[in-house]
């Protein structure tokens, strides 16, 4: 609404007629000043009725109880708004924030404590054991109780309490503290009650957005166990667990983010003191965007071009002191600080980092996959490769993020949706819920079925991941390229349907959504940079599509595939659609059939015309850009089977009652279905399906949105998402939207006093002037 318009609601409520504006000119200003007396008597210069004229706070607790009881009858529908003037009754509204505070229980805005009755009769009608779900995404019915013990202990604390107030209404400053009060008390919780890594990482999960010392954990820990050698993982590696040391992981510059070849800070080797000289010699190449490095930390894995007697030898990290470990200043030669406000809310402290001829000993470059020796010569015990393995671990870890970020999304949605009644469906029944729409059940369950799919999908690529990492710690580094590929996939895939899931929710929850208070704008916000951090997604996808053209040569010399690119080279000679009849469309089985084939059909299209147009004479550089775009669409292609699969299997091989099944079976098939009708025309051109397949399956869309319907809150419970880590008004567990909404606003700073300074600075004398004004 513009402000013309709103103006209109606040203070004449939009009867136009009598004081709306542009009627707002049409009526005789006041030709008097404005008075503290006349503010009372005059709205739009209308005199009011004895009866319509507004208290003000120095006024007796009786005057305002006899407003409230008339605002609280209003909403009761016991009193028309007619019958007062809507000049009073807005005034009522933006006056009872007040009142609020001096009428506790009994005014309108009290948060009620009992369940909203919309959400309560979701909760009755759901078709299986919401508590057995949530037991299945804990893993195991041990664990939930875990977490529940630890947000009882974490959420018990009022600093915990209070951050999602401040995440809502605080200035940066502000946020960034309670995040570093948020990481502090978190890590000394962990050392205090020595927890293991797993209840530390469901503390960190449960603690939400925002820890300023996030990449402690993140990066840095991990960077050091995985690029140190034993010597240097017993100096520095116990220091940082013990948070006796902070740090981050340095490696995006201003002028390279993606292209790491392209890296311009450089490690010089000085022989003759065995010391290495460290420097950002541009503009471009001044460390840009690292988190905790803006202003929490003291050290930092730099990861620079390392030069010994004139000669790169690629990149390669250092293990830098950057702030003093007694006044937190940089050290001599160094230049810190925070790269600014960014979209959303500052969730961690990115910063830059310029390094002017800094020395640190030869022992500080970290040793694990290559060595200089003191003289000076370069030997490397592992390719190069093996410094990503800190990468391809955080995109692991982001696919399952992606999951965090989504289920509260989609939670506030469904629940905002069973609680919220709009317009009318049958005209002789009362205003429906939004989420009977089929259009609202449209904009929802997708991602709904897509936080299912990610984290079914997630998990089962932290096994590989897990499995794998044993051998690359033992130097076999075998599975580095398949593992290299699924999680640069599964990376790219995840954050990038997660953001336009969450955003499509945001914008299902109407006005509200785009209130800071709705939770879900603050989410779209922080999931947005997900699709650029350790990977953006386009690069990432055709990292997957060089290896699966790789695969693809491989399977046409007749090599039998394994692992997650076999289906490449069966023998797909005599495809036909499995689907015979709509009944199998819900056939997971057959689905996967349909994937694994359109897959199969788009890569080895771009590879063949790869091979064409390099056959032809092109460079290979050119013919593989002349492709890009189909190579990208082979890559999601590949990423959605490989999701459809992980979910259909996990179902499979799943231990839980049948009712439980086949409410997950049920998302699951839409989940594949949703995915065929989106790109309807890569799998009519690949012709995976025929036009009459696309209809069943178009028809049993509907079907499923129905059948989901009856399960959506259930199904959103399941993920049990705390309030305090929701952060939601209209998404909270007892579905109360309306009264947190308002209790929201009353926190807002602006609303601190009644009248704004700015009034008296500027609104003040110019409405004076204007009045006075002759024309
Ligand atoms: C919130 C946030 C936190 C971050 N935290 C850290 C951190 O802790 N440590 C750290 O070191 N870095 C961090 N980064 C940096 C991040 O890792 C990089 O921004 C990211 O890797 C993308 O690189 P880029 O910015 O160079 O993008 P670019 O590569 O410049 O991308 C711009 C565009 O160019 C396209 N493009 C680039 N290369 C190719 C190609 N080969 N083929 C086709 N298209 C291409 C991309 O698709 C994209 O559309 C953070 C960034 C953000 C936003």
Request: hydrophobic share 35%; with cysteine; proline share 4%.
């Amino acid at each position: 609404m513009g402000n013309r318009c709103r103006l209109r609601t606040a203070i004449c409520h939009g009867n136009s007629r009598r004081c709306g504006y542009p009627g707002l000119r049409a009526h005789n200003p006041p030709t008097f000043p404005i008075t503290q007396r006349s503010r009372r008597t005059y709205i739009c210069g209308v005199k009011q009725p004895p009866h319509c004229q507004m208290t003000t706070h120095k006024q007796d607790a009786g005057a305002q109880a006899t407003q409230m009881n008339m605002l609280m009858d209003i909403k009761r529908g016991r009193l028309s708004h007619l019958s007062i003037t809507r000049c009073v009754f807005n005034q009522l509204l933006i006056k009872s924030g007040r009142a609020l505070k001096k009428m506790s229980n009994t005014a309108v805005g009290v948060i009620p404590s009992h369940v909203n009755p919309d959400l309560q009769e979701e909760r009755d009608r759901a078709s299986f054991n919401v508590t057995e779900l949530t037991n299945i995404i804990d893993g195991g019915a041990e664990k939930t109780l875990l977490r529940k013990r630890l947000e009882k202990l974490i959420f018990s604390d009022p600093d915990f309490q209070k951050f999602p107030d401040i995440q809502t209404f605080g200035t940066n400053s502000e946020f960034y503290s309670a995040t570093v009060l948020k990481s502090t008390k978190l890590f000394k919780l962990r050392r205090e009650l020595k927890w293991t890594d797993e209840e530390f990482d469901i503390a960190l999960r449960l603690g939400g957005q925002g820890h300023a010392l996030g990449l402690q954990h993140g990066m840095f820990i991990p960077g050091l166990e995985r690029l140190a050698t034993e010597e240097q993982k017993a100096k520095w590696l116990t220091l940082a667990k013990q948070y006796k040391i902070i740090g981050t992981y340095a490696q995006t510059e201003m002028g390279h983010g993606t292209y790491l070849k392209g890296l311009e800070t450089t490690a010089t080797y000085d022989p003759k003191t065995q010391e290495f000289i460290l420097n950002t010699p541009k503009i471009s190449s001044i460390k840009w965007w690292p988190g905790s490095l803006g202003k929490s930390t003291n050290h930092a894995i730099v990861l620079a071009t390392l030069v010994i007697k004139g000669k790169k030898y690629g990149m390669h990290p250092f293990f830098v002191q950057i702030r003093s470990m007694t006044d937190h200043t940089p050290m001599t030669g160094i230049k810190v600080g925070e790269i600014g406000a960014r979209m959303g809310r500052m969730t961690s402290d990115n910063g830059y980092l310029i390094l002017n001829n800094i020395r640190i000993p030869r022992e500080n470059m970290l040793m694990k996959n290559a060595q200089v020796s003191p003289d000076g010569s370069f030997t490397a015990k592992a390719p190069n490769q093996a410094n990503y393995a800190t990468m391809v671990m955080v995109r692991v870890g982001l696919s399952y993020y992606s999951y965090q970020l989504l289920s509260r999304g989609v939670t506030i949605g469904v629940r905002y949706s069973a609680v919220r009644r709009q317009s009318k469906l049958d005209p002789k029944e009362r205003e429906p819920k939004i989420l009977e729409y089929q259009t609202q059940q449209y904009k929802l369950f997708p991602g709904l079925a897509l936080a299912y799919a990610i984290f079914f999908s997630s998990r089962s690529l932290r096994m590989k991941y897990m499995e794998a990492y044993q051998e690359i710690k033992n130097g076999n580094l075998q599975k580095l390229p398949e593992l290299h590929c699924e999680s640069a996939g599964m990376k790219a895939f995840c954050t990038d349907n997660m953001l336009r899931e969450l955003e499509i929710i945001r914008q299902s929850c109407g006005g509200h959504g785009y209130l800071n208070a709705s939770g879900i704008a603050m989410l779209v916000t922080i999931a947005a940079p997900m699709v650029t951090v350790e990977g953006e997604t386009t690069v990432m996808y055709l990292q997957v599509a060089r290896y699966l053209v790789k695969r693809f040569a491989n399977a046409s010399t007749g090599q039998q595939l394994d692992g997650c690119t076999a289906y490449l080279s069966m023998d797909h000679a005599a495809y036909m659609c499995p689907l015979m009849s709509e009944d199998d469309c819900r056939n997971m089985s057959r689905l996967c059939d349909i994937y694994s084939y359109r897959v199969y059909m788009t890569v080895s299209r771009v590879a063949k015309q790869l091979q064409t147009d390099i056959m032809n004479g092109m460079p290979q550089h050119f013919a593989f850009n002349k492709n890009l775009v189909n190579l990208v669409r082979a890559a999601k292609a590949h990423c959605y089977y490989s999701v459809v699969k992980d979910f259909s299997k996990a179902i499979q091989s799943m231990q839980a009652s049948p009712q439980t099944i086949k409410a997950l079976k049920t998302l699951c098939c839409f989940f594949a279905i949703h995915g065929i009708t989106e790109e309807s025309g890569d799998f009519l051109e690949t012709e995976s399906i025929g036009l009459e397949q696309l209809q069943w399956i178009k028809r049993l869309q509907g079907t499923l949105l129905a059948e989901i319907r009856s399960d959506a809150v259930a199904l959103v419970d399941a993920f049990d998402h705390h309030d305090i880590s929701l952060s939601s008004a209209i998404g909270s567990y007892d579905g109360n939207a309306y009264e947190r909404l308002f209790d929201s606003a009353q926190k807002d700073p602006m609303n601190k006093e009644e009248v704004h300074p700015s009034y008296f600075q500027y609104l003040r004398p110019f409405i004076q002037e204007m009045n006075k004004a002759k024309l």
